[in-house]
Structure formats: structure tokens, C-alpha cells
């Protein structure tokens, strides 16, 4: 079966050449047929490489140690669950997920646009097919996933035990999603220079996608968050971590475009700004795919080989210098149309919103590029921390939510500065008293926190007072009652109504962030059972060790051969809060020269983290135990000298046995975060706001629509 | 199995060409009857009608958002009825535009009536 995953390699090869060809001599030869043909052969190569996909997929659920892949990242004992997921732990795989996905919302967004703009279609063709065709030529000559081995090895080496969580199935899928149609705006960008058709009809085109992009990005970068804090024992959820910093940069300049680009729809304006934030998005995805799968940069995400670095650096430049000449060579049609009516509008806060949108994503840029850099230039490897990337994010994240509460106040084209100051009063006072209370209870130290939940407090009331007006107008034209009205309100206004949302949720979200970490409390410390510490205003007591071994007692599907942890009883003035427990787990390691036993615990430890979760504060803990204590190491170099292979795992056992009878101490990390849970909350919000926004209104409501105002237009300009 | 696999490759390559080659074969079955020039013009025109009607959408939306700003109090009666008659004006330009059929036009061309270069104005009704 690898040759026919293998075979499928080379047919989406060739298919992407004659689709490039294709579509390009149809859209300069004036031949349709030929640019139908280069748009069905996206359609075929979403068919292979599904193909492709289902025969990988298959050789992990049936445990096929012929394929490579599939005797490096799973096992028998790896469950179902995961098995189906670890096709995309692999370089190999992953690479194969992101071209199934490219030519899945590539398939989509050219059957949609079929019958529209077939001249930029075409050329947008051109340009995904070769974006599929480098994906795949990567996997044909760098990175086969259906390279084998014969005979098969008896057992897999099982699914890196970082990657045994829910969470972590679902974020490749998601961020891959989000980077793939991150390139379809990309796409339709060129096409629409090189067709030099840059009006509002590609835009409408890819508003959508661009949508879409943006919303699986951040499920993404949320679902990665959400990974770190559960499952990577340091307690965090960002760590400006150069993997994560390359999702987040095409997600800002994303952000960035899909506000300013309803000032080209409404006015025809921002034309080169526009093209220039799609060329960006879609580059810095490219870019972002490049940190993951080259190995270029130390991350905890780096689970790519270092082999693949030049054919991405090629690929970017090429997009990179394509970019700019095609954006510089059509300046002269990108000129607005139109000019800013006034500086008190809409518009003007957009403007602005983009700019610290674009300078948050060059500070990300900066501090994530500068060790490649700095190694480039002088040769010595250097980093920034993420102190470095807090002195900058935090202010202009500040001014961005400060933004989203303003923009909803402030009428499109020009608003009076009577009717601004009426529309700020309650925003305003909102703020003003969220500040008076906090100072009043003593938070004044953390001025930052303190300014972002003033800003917080802004948005909410000045998106609560823009629902309760649109209600209350709804109310009068239609007489309806108060949830018809707004029900009614957000259906006939989702772009609006759902944007307003996401700013709710952004803001909820940076509530979550500020709290947690200005306001936490965190301890380490080593203790033995009885012992207890403080973190904050809770108290907790090491109560008794715990311990298991094999797989049968491993309900969390850890993978681990033996955990040993601790149940730690929380409490606060008194009064239990919650039984936490941590553990540590260890692994097989493949090195013989650890011992039989040696070799059963001997692979990379992984710290089990146990959390308190609660909408006001989330109780962490995490434990490193003792491993090497003279006790256990005893038993591991006795059961080394005197067992075999088969009898190794009765080691386990009395290892356990030690740890419950006589256990030594264990170093422990606990940390009290306020708010921690508004962070999961606000990006939900988020997401449902977005689905509102994008989601597209019935055709039959759309047709009564334009045919309403069609004719309400001569009535209302003869009465004038 | 490997006779399987050769089979199914063979499967994929004809459902492949079969799919991807559906227009050419349409289009050769067409070429007798068509009349050279027919297709650059209705290309033409469908461009321009595809770029009217996404301009007539936008224009739409600006009027109803103008409404709900000045229902919300954003806008003064007196702006909202300057802004709402500017914008009106802007749609009836577009709706004759569509109204009078496709004419082969640059891209521009249906924008260019509403231009704003100066103060603001009605556009003209020519």
C-alpha cells in the first residue's frame, strides 16, 4: 500500500504542473476550457492526495511498522485515538496534512468563485497548484511518508507523550487550516494583479477566506495556549516561543486586513494597503510553516528536520521579492479612489487599529527572526526572552483593545464631535469607575493590569450600549419585543453585530492574560508527605504519594511505564478548595545501555499537571519526584544485574512500592492564577462571533433585500 | 497486492484525465458553431457586470450601515440625510450602469463616476 500512497505523490505532481500550465496559457490565450481544466485539476489533486492521506491513515490504525512514520511516532499500545492523530506527528505527515488541506480550501474556494473573475481565478489557480506542487515535491524527494522498512520493526516507538492530549489532536488540523487559507487571499491577491483587476470584486472573493483563515488560526494558537498550560509543566500558556510567534504574525496581520478592507469595500481606499497585508498574511504562513517543519530555530515545536530549510528559504524569497515588484509595478491602478472624509470617523480608528496591528507583528517578527539574524551577521547565537516581547506587546495591545471599543462608537465617513462626546460618555464613565474601584482595592501597583481592565470596561459598555441602541431602533421600526429585536438586529446585521462580539471576546480574553499574570502566586518548594506550603491565600498539604505502572492503570492514556506523584490537599482560610494530583511519567527509551529496567523508565520524563480550574482562579500544581533517590536507584541497578528483558517490568512494581512505603521528597510547583479560565472563555466568544460574522445570510433574504432597496432608492431620491 | 495497487493507479489516472479533460472536450465539441469574438466579449462582459454587482452590494451595505449608524446615534439627522442622498446617488449610478447591459469597459470604468477628487458632490447623471 505505500506504493500506491507513493504513486499518489507523484500523480498530484504532475497533476499541479499541468493545472499550473494550463491555467495560465487558458487565462493569456483567451482559452476557458483550458482554465477550467487548471481549476478541475485542483479538484483531482484534492482527490489523490485524499487518497494519499486514507493509506497513511490507515497504516497507523492497523499498526503498519512497514511505514516509517508509522514505527517512529506510534505503537500497539498508543490508543485509537491518538494513533488516528499521530499521522501528523511525523515531518512526513504533517507535510502530507498540509497539502490535503491546501487543496481542500483550495478546491472550496475555486468552485465558489467558478463562475466569477475567471481571468484572476486562473491565475490564483496557478499560484495554489504551486504552492501544492512544492509541498509535494518535499515529500517525493526530502520527506517521503511512505518511506519503508522491511522487515517491520515488531513495535512502533509510540507517540511522543507531549503529544498525548485532546487538545493537541485537534491544533496541527486547526493551524494548518488557518495557514492554508491564509494562502488562498495570497493567491487571488496575485491573480488579481497580474490580471490587473484590483476592484471590489476579488476582495468580496476572498473576505470570506480570509475570515475562515483567521478564525482556524486562532482556534490554533488558542488550542496550542490551552497544550502549554495542561500539559507542559512550567505553568504558562505563552511563552513567546518562536513557533508560536509564527502563527501569531500572519494572525495580527489577518486582523488587520479584514477591518481595512470594509474601508475598500465602502470607499474604494487602502487598495495597495490591502494587497500588501494579503501578500503579507499569506507569506508570513509560508514563513511560519518554514520555523515548524525546518527545525531552523530551538522550540519545543521542533519537531521538524533541518533538511527542509533551503527549499522554504527559496520558496519565501521568491514570494517575497514576487510581492513587491507586482505591488510597485501596479501602483499606478491601486490609487484610492476616494479620500478620509474626516479624521473623527470610522475609518480613521481603522487606520490606526491597523498600524498597531502591523507594529505588534514587525516587534513579534524582530524578536523571532533576530537569532537567525544575529548568527547571520556575526556569527554568535543570541535570543530575546519573553521580557523583551512584554516591554512592546503590552502597550500597543493596551491601545488595540482601547481601539475595539472606540471603533463601535464612531459613525462610518464623519462623525460630529457633539455626537462623539454623547456616544463616549458612558464607555468613559464605565472606565473611570473600573479604575476608581481598583485603585480603591489596592491594585494600583500593577498600573498596566489596571489600564487594560479600564480599556476592558470600555469595550463592554460601549458594545452593550451599541446592542441596547440597535434594539431599541429595531423596537421602534419594527414593533417587535426585546429578544425578537435583537435576535433580529444581529441576523440583518452579522458582520457588525458578530465583529462587535470578537471585540467583546478580545477583550475578555486580555482580562484572562492581565490578571493571570500580574496577579499570580507561584511556589516551589521540596516537601515530604504531611508537609504543607503557601501559595497566595491557599494553603497546601502533601498528603500521601501515588504511584502506577503499565498501561492497564493509565486512564489518561499517558503512554508512561510508571507515574509517581503525590495527592495534594488544597485549602483556603480553612476550608478544603480541592484534592489535586500531579505525577510524573516515564517512559521506555530505546537505549539498551540503560538496562532492562533502566531502559523502562529511562526515556524523556513528562510532568503530569493536575489543575483546580474555576471561573475566579485556577490552582496549579505539578510534581518532580525523586527518581533518583538511593532507594529506587537501587532497585533499578539490582533489577539491571539480575533480570531480562521479559521479567524487567516486575521491577516496576517494587520501584512503586518503594515510593509508597518510604517516599523522598519531591520538588513541587504550584501557582495560583487569577482568571486564568476568561482566557478560554474570551477566545470562545471570539470564535462565535466570527462564525456570526462570516456566516452568510440566506440567499432568499439577500435577493428580498437588494430588491427592497432597489426600490426604495427612485422613491427616496424623488422626495429629496 | 501489487497487481491491486497497479490497478487502482491505473483507476485514479483515467478518473483524472476524465475529470480534468471534461472542458477541453466540451469546448471541442463547441468550436464549430461558435463565432470568433463571442467569448472575448462575453468574458468582457461578465467581468464588468461581476464587478457592478459587487460595487452595487458594497453600496447597499454603506446605505443600511449609514441607517443604522444614525438610528444608533452616531450620525445627526441633518448628516445622515446629506450622507444618505450622496450614497443613494451613487447606488441609482451603478443601477443604470446595470441597467444599460454589459459593455466591454476597463475596470475602472464603473468606479469612476463616483470618484471623489474634490468636495463632495452628486455624481453626474450622464
Known amino acids: 500500500m505505500a506504493g500506491l500512497g507513493y504513486a499518489c505523490l507523484l500523480l498530484a505532481l504532475g497533476i499541479c504542473a499541468y493545472g499550473i500550465c494550463a491555467s495560465i496559457y487558458g487565462v493569456r490565450a483567451g482559452r476557458p476550457e483550458f482554465s477550467a481544466s487548471g481549476r478541475r485539476s485542483v479538484y483531482a489533486l484534492f482527490g489523490v492526495l485524499s487518497v494519499a492521506f486514507l493509506v497513511l491513515e490507515l497504516a497507523f490504525l492497523r499498526n503498519d511498522f512497514t511505514f516509517n512514520t508509522v514505527a517512529d511516532t506510534s505503537s500497539r499500545t498508543t490508543p485509537l485515538a491518538y494513533r488516528a492523530a499521530a499521522v501528523w506527528a511525523s515531518q512526513e505527515g504533517s507535510l502530507l496534512l498540509w497539502a490535503w488541506l491546501l487543496s481542500l480550501w483550495s478546491s472550496v474556494a475555486l468552485f465558489l468563485t467558478r463562475r466569477r473573475m475567471r481571468d484572476v481565478a486562473s491565475y490564483a489557480t496557478a499560484v495554489l497548484l504551486g504552492f501544492g506542487g512544492f509541498f509535494v515535491a518535499l515529500m517525493i524527494f526530502y520527506a517521503n511518508p511512505f518511506a519503508t522498512t522491511r522487515p517491520a520493526p515488531p513495535e512502533g516507538v509510540g507517540l511522543d507523550p507531549l503529544l498525548r492530549f485532546p487538545t493537541m489532536m485537534i491544533h496541527p488540523p486547526m493551524l494548518y487550516s488557518g495557514y492554508t487559507l491564509c494562502t488562498i487571499p495570497l493567491a487571488f491577491g496575485v491573480g488579481a494583479l497580474l490580471a490587473r483587476r484590483v476592484d471590489a470584486d476579488w476582495i468580496k472573493a476572498i473576505r470570506r477566506f480570509a475570515f475562515a483563515g483567521w478564525l482556524f488560526l486562532g482556534a490554533g494558537i488558542l488550542l496550542g495556549a490551552r497544550w502549554s498550560y495542561s500539559e507542559l509543566g512550567w505553568g504558562g500558556y505563552w511563552g513567546w516561543d518562536a513557533v508560536e510567534n509564527a502563527s ?112 505588534l507583528c514587525f516587534v513579534i517578527f524582530w524578536g523571532t527572526y533576530f537569532p537567525l539574524i544575529s548568527e547571520a551577521v556575526s556569527g554568535t547565537e543570541s535570543s530575546v526572552g519573553p521580557p523583551w516581547f512584554d516591554r512592546y506587546t503590552v502597550p500597543l495591545a493596551l491601545v488595540l483593545v482601547l481601539l475595539s471599543g472606540i471603533g463601535p462608537v464612531i459613525a462610518w465617513r464623519r462623525a460630529t464631535l457633539a455626537n ?26 500593577k498600573p498596566l493590569a489596571v489600564a487594560l481592565f479600564c480599556c476592558a470596561a470600555f469595550v463592554f459598555a460601549s458594545v452593550g450600549q451599541e446592542f441596547a441602541r440597535g434594539t431599541r431602533a429595531r423596537r421602534a421600526m419594527a414593533g417587535e419585543s426585546i429578544p425578537v429585536a435583537l435576535l433580529a438586529l444581529v441576523r440583518r446585521n452579522r458582520r457588525r453585530y458578530g465583529g462587535y462580539i470578537v471585540h467583546v471576546g478580545i477583550a475578555v480574553l486580555f482580562i484572562g492574560v492581565a490578571a493571570s499574570s500580574s496577579f499570580q502566586h507561584a511556589t516551589e518548594t521540596q516537601m515530604r508527605p504531611g508537609q504543607s506550603t503557601r501559595v497566595g491565600a491557599y494553603t497546601v498539604r502533601y498528603v500521601r504519594p501515588t504511584a502506577s505502572i503499565t498501561p492497564k492503570y493509565d486512564r489518561a492514556h499517558t503512554g508512561s511505564t510508571l507515574a509517581l506523584g503525590a495527592e495534594v490537599d488544597v485549602t483556603k482560610n480553612g476550608r478544603h478548595v ?143 | 497486492m501489487a497487481i491491486v495497487i497497479v490497478l487502482s493507479i491505473v483507476v485514479l489516472l483515467v478518473l483524472i484525465v476524465l475529470l480534468v479533460g471534461a472542458p477541453l472536450r466540451q469546448a471541442a465539441a463547441r468550436r464549430a458553431g461558435a463565432v470568433e469574438g463571442d467569448t472575448d466579449n462575453l468574458a468582457a462582459g461578465d467581468r464588468a457586470r461581476d464587478e457592478l454587482e459587487a460595487a452595487r452590494e458594497a453600496k447597499y451595505r454603506e446605505i443600511r450601515d449609514a441607517e443604522l449608524d444614525f438610528r444608533t446615534g452616531k450620525l445627526s439627522e441633518r448628516d445622515y440625510r446629506e450622507l444618505d442622498a450622496e450614497l443613494r446617488a451613487e447606488a441609482l449610478v451603478i443601477l443604470d450602469e446595470l441597467d444599460a447591459g454589459v459593455r466591454p469597459r476597463g475596470a475602472s470604468g464603473a468606479r469612476s463616476r463616483s470618484r471623489r477628487t474634490g468636495p463632495r458632490r452628486r455624481p453626474s447623471s450622464d
Request: proline share 5%; charged share 15%.
Open chain 1, 248 to 359: 501569531l504574525m500572519p494572525w495580527l496581520t489577518a486582523t488587520a486586513f479584514l477591518h481595512s478592507l470594509m474601508i475598500q469595500e465602502k470607499r474604494g481606499m487602502l487598495k495597495v494597503w490591502n494587497v500588501s497585508l494579503v501578500l503579507a498574511t499569506g507569506t508570513l504562513a509560508i514563513m511560519g510553516t518554514f520555523l515548524v517543519r525546518s527545525g531552523v530555530l530551538n522550540s519545543i515545536h521542533a519537531f521538524g528536520g533541518a533538511t527542509l530549510g533551503v527549499p522554504f528559504v527559496c520558496l519565501i524569497a521568491v514570494l517575497i521579492i514576487g510581492s513587491i515588484y507586482l505591488v510597485t509595478s501596479r501602483r499606478e491602478m491601486l490609487r484610492s479612489e476616494n479620500r478620509l472624509d474626516s479624521l473623527l470617523s470610522r475609518e480613521s480608528v481603522f487606520l490606526v487599529n491597523n498600524l498597531v496591528l502591523v507594529a
Open chain 1, 420 to 445: 462623539a462626546r454623547r456616544n463616549f460618555l458612558v464607555p468613559t464613565v464605565a472606565a473611570l469607575a473600573t479604575a476608581a474601584v481598583l485603585l480603591g482595592a489596592g491594585v494600583g501597583h
Open chain 1, 578 to 720: 480541592a484534592t489535586l494530583n500531579p505525577s510524573e511519567g516515564y517512559y521506555a527509551s530505546q537505549e539498551a545501555a540503560q538496562g532492562t529496567v533502566g531502559s523502562l523508565i529511562g526515556g524523556q520524563p513528562v510532568s503530569h499537571v493536575a489543575i483546580d480550574g474555576g471561573v475566579t482562579r485556577d490552582v496549579w500544581s505539578a510534581i518532580s519526584p525523586e527518581i533518583e533517590a538511593p532507594a529506587l536507584k537501587r532497585i533499578v541497578d539490582v533489577g539491571n544485574r539480575t533480570l531480562g528483558s521479559e521479567e524487567a517490568p516486575i521491577a516496576l512494581l517494587y520501584l512503586a512500592r518503594s515510593y509508597l512505603k518510604s517516599p523522598p521528597p519531591a520538588q513541587f510547583h504550584f501557582i495560583v492564577s487569577p482568571l486564568v479560565m476568561w482566557i478560554w472563555i474570551g477566545g470562545l466568544i471570539v470564535f462565535i462571533g466570527g462564525l456570526i460574522a462570516v456566516w452568510p445570510a440566506p440567499s432568499t433574504v439577500r435577493a428580498r433585500v437588494a430588491a427592497r432597496a432597489r426600490v426604495r432608492l427612485p422613491r427616496r431620491v424623488v422626495r429629496a
